[in-house]
Structures are given as structure tokens and as C-alpha cells.
């Protein structure tokens, strides 16, 4: 079993920044990749960003580029997900996923997944 818990989401104004965690647990050590989605009411689940935990290889979203930062803290097993500039359209459930099989932003590439943290941007 792999546990994901988020933490870090709140409410901002726009063109503020949020700092986005993910602790991991359990049995880890088969997790190459960890990403970031998220999920707005009545909208699709979007890949935010990727990494893998290794090579720190990463891969971003075309609508979060040049704001959002994806990393991984090795030695406290905790991903990261910096967010700055902050729009309202970025307002959605944010989830944290990770699985074994490739860098990727498509959601049946992760088998684990937390319970989201909700961020809210106003205008």
C-alpha cells in the first residue's frame, strides 16, 4: 500500500502564490513517478505536472508553464508542487498520484492517489 496525504491548499487572491505538499508512506520504494492533478465541479481531471522521483526529470502542463514548479523531496518522501501567479480558472481540487509505469499526465498511468486539497483563487 502507498498513502498520499495534500496538504497546502486555501483560498488567495489572484496573482498569489500557494505551496502545495504531498507526503508519501508506505511501500514506496517501486514509485518512480509522482504527479499533480486537478479537478474543477463539471470538468474533466487535468495532469498538472509530472516528475520522476529519481532523475528529477520533469514535465508541465502548457496552462500552468512558467508558474507552477513541480518537485521532489527525496529524503522526507515528499512531493511539492509550487504554485505562483495565481489565476481564478486555476480554482479546482488539487491530487496528488503515484505510480511506476511513466512520466506522464494521463491519470491511468497512477495507481495511487491522496485525497485531494482544495484551492480556491478569487479575483
Known amino acids: 500500500q502507498v498513502h498520499l496525504v495534500e496538504s497546502g491548499g486555501g483560498s488567495v487572491q489572484a496573482g498569489g502564490s500557494l505551496r502545495l505538499s504531498c507526503a508519501a508512506s508506505?511501500?514506496?520504494?517501486?514509485?518512480?513517478?509522482m504527479a499533480w492533478f486537478r479537478q474543477a465541479p463539471g470538468k474533466e481531471r487535468e495532469g498538472v505536472a509530472t516528475?520522476?522521483?529519481?532523475?528529477?526529470?520533469?514535465y508541465v502542463a502548457d496552462s500552468v508553464k512558467g508558474r507552477f514548479t513541480i518537485s521532489h523531496d527525496n529524503a522526507k518522501n515528499t512531493l511539492h508542487l509550487q504554485m505562483d501567479s495565481l489565476k481564478p480558472e486555476d480554482t479546482s481540487m488539487y491530487y496528488c498520484?503515484?505510480?511506476?509505469?511513466?512520466?506522464?499526465?494521463?491519470?491511468?498511468?497512477?495507481?495511487?492517489w491522496g485525497q485531494g486539497t482544495q484551492v480556491t483563487v478569487s479575483s
Open positions: 498520484a503515484a505510480g511506476s509505469t511513466a512520466l506522464s499526465l494521463r491519470h491511468y498511468n497512477y495507481p495511487y
Open positions: 508506505g511501500s514506496t520504494h517501486n514509485i518512480y513517478f
Open positions: 516528475i520522476n522521483t529519481d532523475r528529477d526529470v520533469t
